[in-house]
């Protein structure tokens, strides 16, 4: 296996929703990604941020931004994330008629192009898609909320991907979304994972940067091959 430098992105889930721009600068140095998770209430029941915010955190910070969108009809939605200057935009396999279609438009639109698969999906049949995608999201919950626990079962999904990436030179980031914290992201690393997720043990730390470090250190260390 070989696993590059894993990616720590802090979900701004769990961060308080009336000061975000101080909580994106709270862990600015320390993360590689900002997760923003964007839901709809209707592919999820719960209902979070969408463009307006996100255009204007973009004007706030200069990370780039790991948007997660939980919606129907991401074809109608989704360019529209790469265009406001999301690094990643990821929708839900669930969600897509024609997932590598809709990747195009992402790359297109300058974004990179990403695939979730929610808790209840397998991971068989979207293999073979993985050539046309930048990164790969494996919820370790159910998508919709923050502060689930993990669900280390999802971890084979994260093999047989890992497998499947390196088998075709994939450069493509395994990347795992629930429940990770400082007792699970080990695990998780050595499944295979390589960028990581994190709300509730980021945002609900002291110290958000610290959390974050300790995260990364964590997740290097247990990495395949480390
Ligand atoms: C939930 C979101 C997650 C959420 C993770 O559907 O996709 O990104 O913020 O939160 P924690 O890390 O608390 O499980
Ligand atoms: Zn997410």
Do not use: C
């Not at 046309?132 to 159910?142: G, N, Q, V, W």
């Not at 990347?175 to 994190?198: K, L, P, S, Y």
């Amino acid at each position: 296996m070989t696993v590059p430098p894993p990616i720590v992105a802090p979900s701004i889930l769990a961060a308080d929703f009336a000061r975000l721009a101080e909580e994106v600068r709270a862990v600015e140095d320390a993360a590689d990604w900002l997760h923003v998770d964007v839901m709809d209430n209707h592919f999820v029941p719960n209902l979070t941020i969408g463009l307006p915010v996100v255009q204007s955190l973009r004007a706030a910070t200069a990370m780039p931004f790991d948007v997660h969108l939980m919606i129907t009809d991401p074809r109608r939605w989704a360019p529209g994330y790469a265009d406001a200057g999301a690094y990643n935009v990821t929708f839900h396999a669930e969600a897509a008629d024609d997932p590598v279609a809709l990747a195009k438009d992402l790359r297109s639109a300058g974004a990179k192009a990403g695939l979730a698969i929610d808790r209840d999906t397998p991971i068989e049949p979207y293999l073979e898609l993985l050539p046309s995608f930048d990164t790969l999201l494996i919820m370790t919950i159910k998508a919709g909320f923050g502060g689930q626990r993990f669900i280390p079962q999802m971890l084979d999904k994260v093999r047989a991907a890992r497998r499947n990436v390196d088998a075709g030179h994939l450069e493509l980031r395994i990347e795992v979304d629930g429940g990770i914290a400082a007792d699970t992201i080990e695990q998780a690393a050595a499944a295979g994972a390589d960028a990581f997720v994190a709300g509730t043990a980021v945002y609900g730390a002291a110290d958000p940067a610290e959390a974050v470090r300790r995260l990364r250190a964590l997740a290097e260390r247990a990495a395949p091959g480390a």
